[in-house]
């Protein structure tokens, strides 16, 4: 009789598949707490920055200003009342802080996660920050866009919209940064456990960890492919620190936009690896889930 | 050595009751197989020297040019053909399954099935009674019924596991007829009997076909496993059973062809073991072994981890349960039980044999067939005019391997099966089992009387 545990082993033969359906954005909401001079400029920023995404083709655009920016509870009222299919924003709106760091201000947050709607977060700084108008320069295009794919949810949007937010002739970098810190402590446990063959569990689990998110992203890549659509897949699973392995990347392969999943099932609060990078990376759009 | 009185004969008859209840009573007793034998045979050598009832001349192996061996008491009953046969055949099929070979027939029977349960249930089915056929029942119900258990959850059909768990339980019984290596009371009796391998392939091969496909048909009637006839369902099925990657099973390319080739080679082996030089006279157990050793060749390394791997307890039961028939022997025990097996017999050529079918049927179905296999084996083979070609032995395969149909603890891939649906949450009791599996039970043994009776 085999010792073997066959279950396992059928369980590993599943490969979570990935299947791509077009995505159509028809109504975009832009929301500013700017005059509505400086808010027209940041919605042709922003109409430039996303002018040759194809779910897009066909959007038309809202746009709040300052003047009817409502309190917070209003302003979720009003997007339940008539959804957007896309929110685009940018931090601190309306902030006394006068540059946007160790947080993504209120409206931000509660926008994220009270609305079921995805927010395109804009490094967009006031007109008096020194780095404004670099970072305006830098919206240019969606060439290289770049995904936090997770395996986990079994949630395809994330790929979805990073292959529809990519324009045609493009790249899309398919990542998922497997965190070693938190696999080392696993690894430390299990050291402390004499049933467990330490070098079994290492060598097994951090396979395992990483040929999952592999394989989603390389069912990924064939998918799109097999939809005719116009863009480079790439694919980079690895083991590392989040947080700096991800920096690492956006700079290194020179992305336009990051997309990733910023809802934590049971909770309230924005997912952790998505508020660390919507705090870190101020100087990238990041569309949140 | 004397002929034993009555009382001593009494005695052990007794001895042999009380093991055979406590392997029915295994689980409540908290012993495994192997332990409770064990002790039945220390008890029974212990009676045995002490009643005089051994013959000690036994003991003593003459090896030519005047030189001897003495052998200890306990060698020359256990049937070592046998225990090679096992020892060999599991250590094979245990590295042949880390090679990904079956598994990866299994997940590509399930891509074809197209998601259908009602295909589903024919490839599963047919896939059981292969594997019992040239693994064993119990690998063949791990592996099956691991795959029923996945594919089921990502089909979201876990209602049926009950009914496909149960069918393919009562399949490894029959697919268990297949061959003289698909179950243990086959490789006893067919040893007792001198039956070769391919006489006995071709003489089980039609009734395991008939009586596989009826149980699939019963089943899906029974458990209302229908075809898929919405397209969109289809769609879904299918894209759901294609998730399963076949290639994920596959560790190593040329472990996998080499494991490949070398089943085809073991299967062929023992087919023209009884034809072939030097190995005719080396015999099934040798080619068995030195298969199992050649595929722990992969392992060579850490083939300690392959050894400690194996069934020990299934190993050790065998050898302990040699002993303790061999002890009955001497005790004329077996010439008691006999007696009853002669009035059987002698009901006449048809009635006696079916009525022999049958009461093996019903003892294999509360107590091991292996002990009763072990001990009608004996007793055929010393009765007058039962030669290899007689019907009787025949009789008890059937009887002794589909008899485990009849109760979930009658077969230990049977045992196997409601282990697996007791771990998923389905209560299936004692009872239970029987009510759902009678109706198969029943059909199986009929037909086998039929096809024992009319056809061999």
Redesign the interface.
């Known amino acids: 009789?085999?010792?073997?545990?066959?279950?396992s082993?059928?369980?590993?033969?599943?490969?979570?598949?990935y299947?791509h359906e077009p995505l159509s954005i028809r109504d975009a909401l832009l929301i500013t707490d700017l005059l509505p001079a400086r808010a027209d400029e940041v919605l042709a920023t922003t109409r430039r920055f996303l002018g040759r995404v194809r779910a897009l083709d066909r959007a038309s655009w809202r746009v709040t200003t300052e003047g009817d920016l409502p309190i917070i509870p209003d302003l979720v009222a009003s997007i339940a009342a008539r959804p957007p299919d896309l929110i685009v924003t940018y931090r601190n709106l309306r902030d006394l802080t006068r540059l946007p760091r160790n947080s993504l201000g209120v409206y931000l947050d509660t926008l994220t996660q009270a609305t079921a709607t995805p927010v395109l977060v804009l490094p967009v700084r006031r007109s008096d920050d020194p780095g404004a108008v670099e970072l305006k320069q830098r919206l240019v295009n969606t060439d290289r866009v770049m995904v936090i794919t997770d395996h986990l949810t079994h949630d395809p949007r994330l790929i979805r919209y990073g292959a529809e937010f990519t324009e045609n002739g493009g790249t899309l970098t398919l990542t998922h940064i497997e965190d070693e810190a938190n696999f080392e402590r696993l690894m430390t446990i299990i050291s402390k456990i004499p049933e467990i063959d330490d070098a079994l569990a290492r060598r097994t689990i951090g396979d395992r960890l990483l040929k999952e998110a592999r394989d989603l992203c390389e069912t990924a890549g064939d998918d799109l492919e097999a939809h005719d659509i116009d863009i480079r897949v790439e694919t980079y699973v690895a083991f590392g620190h989040t947080i700096p392995a991800y920096r690492e990347l956006l700079v290194t392969r020179e992305i336009d936009l990051l997309v990733a999943d910023s809802k934590a099932p049971d909770r309230f609060a924005m997912s952790d690896l998505a508020y660390a990078m919507a705090i870190e990376f101020i100087n990238i759009p990041i569309l949140l889930l | 050595m004397h002929h034993p009185d009555a009382t001593v004969t009494w005695i052990f008859a007794a001895l042999l009751a009380l093991m055979v209840v406590a392997l029915a009573m295994e689980e409540k007793l908290h012993a495994k197989k192997s332990i409770i034998t064990g002790v039945t045979a220390a008890i029974a050598l212990f009676l045995a020297d002490a009643f005089h009832i051994l013959p000690l001349d036994r003991y003593t192996l003459n090896l030519g040019d005047g030189h001897i061996r003495e052998l200890p008491v306990y060698i020359p009953g256990i049937e070592w053909e046998v225990i090679a046969i096992i020892f060999g055949a599991?250590l094979f099929?245990?590295v042949t399954?880390?090679s990904?070979l079956f598994?990866w027939i299994?997940?590509k029977l399930t891509r074809l099935s197209g998601g259908d349960p009602y295909w589903l249930l024919f490839y599963y089915g047919g896939m059981t009674i292969l594997f019992s056929a040239f693994l064993?029942n119990?690998?063949a119900m791990?592996?099956v019924g691991?795959?029923t258990?996945?594919?089921l959850e990502?089909l979201e059909r876990r209602k049926l596991l009950m009914p496909f768990l149960l069918i393919e339980g009562l399949l490894t019984n029959v697919g268990g007829l297949l061959t003289l290596i698909s179950s243990v009371p086959n490789i006893i009796v067919g040893k007792a009997a001198g039956i070769e391998f391919v006489v006995f392939f071709l003489k089980a091969a039609p009734f395991v076909v008939v009586a596989g496909v009826i149980t699939i048909l019963l089943g899906a009637r029974i458990f209302h496993v229908r075809r898929l006839t919405d397209p969109e369902e289809k769609r879904r099925a299918r894209?759901l059973v294609?998730?399963?990657?076949?290639a994920?099973?596959i560790t190593s390319r040329g472990f996998f062809a080499f494991s490949g080739i070398m089943f085809v080679a073991l299967v062929l082996m023992l087919s023209l073991t009884g034809f072939l030089p030097i190995v005719k006279d080396l015999g099934m157990g040798y080619v068995a072994l030195v298969f199992g050793l050649v595929s722990a060749l992969r392992f060579k390394a850490s083939v300690d981890k392959t050894y400690a791997?194996?069934?020990w307890d299934?190993l050790a039961f065998f050898g302990t349960l040699f002993i303790v028939v061999d002890v009955m022997e001497h005790a004329g025990v077996l010439g008691l039980i006999g007696q009853a097996i002669g009035v059987l017999v002698g009901l006449g050529d048809q009635l006696g044999a079916g009525s022999l079918l049958a009461a093996s049927a019903v003892t294999s179905s509360v107590t091991d067939n292996i002990p009763l296999a072990a001990v009608l084996a004996n007793i055929l083979g010393s009765m007058d005019g039962v030669n290899s070609d007689s019907n009787l032995w025949w009789c008890v395969i059937f009887g002794a391997n589909l008899g485990g149909n009849l109760t979930p603890i009658g077969s230990a891939s049977t045992v196997v099966a409601v282990t697996i649906m007791h771990k998923h949450g389905i209560k299936l009791s004692f009872f239970g089992f029987v009510k759902a599996a009678l109706p198969f039970a029943a059909v199986q043994i009929a037909l086998a009387m039929v096809y024992v009776l009319v056809v061999l």
């Open positions: 009789m085999p010792s073997f545990d066959f279950e082993q059928f369980r590993g033969t599943i490969r979570q598949g299947s | 599991s099929v245990d399954a880390k990904g598994s299994a997940v064993n119990v690998a791990l592996i691991s795959l258990v996945v594919s990502k894209a294609e998730s399963f990657n076949p994920d099973t791997a194996l069934d299934l």
